[in-house]
Every structure is written in structure tokens, then in C-alpha cells.
């Protein structure tokens, strides 16, 4: 079975920073794209921010500048550094890779999500 284990969301003030953390865990053989995804209240889930196995990295427009992505490989780990952060990013952020086991191949697995606030 795979894990994914998410933390780091908290309350913080508007121009504060958050670093969330997730942590997959499990019979992985290998680790494809990591992605942090949030859904705020009565929207659809976006895409944030994601990070190839190789290190690329891709940003929405409404982040960029403001929020970095950084995995690490050897502990099956991605991280999502948000600075500047502004009230409309309030959400419930979610992990989400794209991970093979053994003798299969990648499926999709998401965290339980971790919920960050950003106060006025």
C-alpha cells in the first residue's frame, strides 16, 4: 500500500510564509511527477504547482513568484514553499504523485489534504 502524508498547513497572516510537506511511503519503485493541487470553498481543485522526476517545475500564474516546489528523491518527499501569501489562497492544499510499485505501472495517489488560512 502507498501513503501519502501531508503537513505543514496552518492559520497565518496575510504576507506570512507556510512550507507544507508530503511524505510517500510504501512498496514504491519509482516516483514520476508530484503535484500540489488546493480547492477552496465552492471552487474546483487546481493545479498549484508540480515537479517532475527529474527537477522541472511547472506553476500556476496565480503562485509564481510566490510559492516554490522542491522534492526529495531519496526520501520520497515534495515540498511547497509559499511566501507573500494573500488571503485568496486559503484552500485545503493536496499532495497528489504519480508512483509505480513493483511489477506495476504509475498510478495516481492523493494525500489527505492539509488546510492552510490566510488571514486579512
Known amino acids: 500500500q502507498v501513503q501519502l502524508v501531508e503537513s505543514g498547513g496552518g492559520l497565518v497572516q496575510a504576507g506570512g510564509s507556510l512550507r507544507l510537506s508530503c511524505a510517500a511511503s510504501?512498496?514504491?519503485?519509482?516516483?514520476?511527477?508530484m503535484c500540489w493541487y488546493r480547492q477552496a470553498p465552492g471552487k474546483q481543485r487546481e493545479l498549484v504547482a508540480s515537479?517532475?522526476?527529474?527537477?522541472?517545475?511547472n506553476y500556476a500564474d496565480s503562485v509564481k513568484d510566490r510559492f516554490t516546489i522542491s522534492r526529495d528523491n531519496a526520501n520520497n518527499t515534495v515540498y511547497l514553499q509559499m511566501n507573500s501569501l494573500k488571503p485568496e489562497d486559503t484552500a485545503v492544499y493536496y499532495c497528489?504523485?504519480?508512483?509505480?510499485?513493483?511489477?506495476?505501472?504509475?498510478?495516481?495517489?492523493w494525500g489527505q489534504g492539509t488546510q492552510v488560512t490566510v488571514s486579512s
Open positions: 515537479i517532475t522526476g527529474r527537477g522541472s517545475t
Open positions: 497528489r504523485a504519480d508512483i509505480r510499485l513493483p511489477f506495476t505501472n504509475y498510478r495516481v495517489y
Open positions: 510504501g512498496s514504491i519503485f519509482s516516483i514520476n511527477d
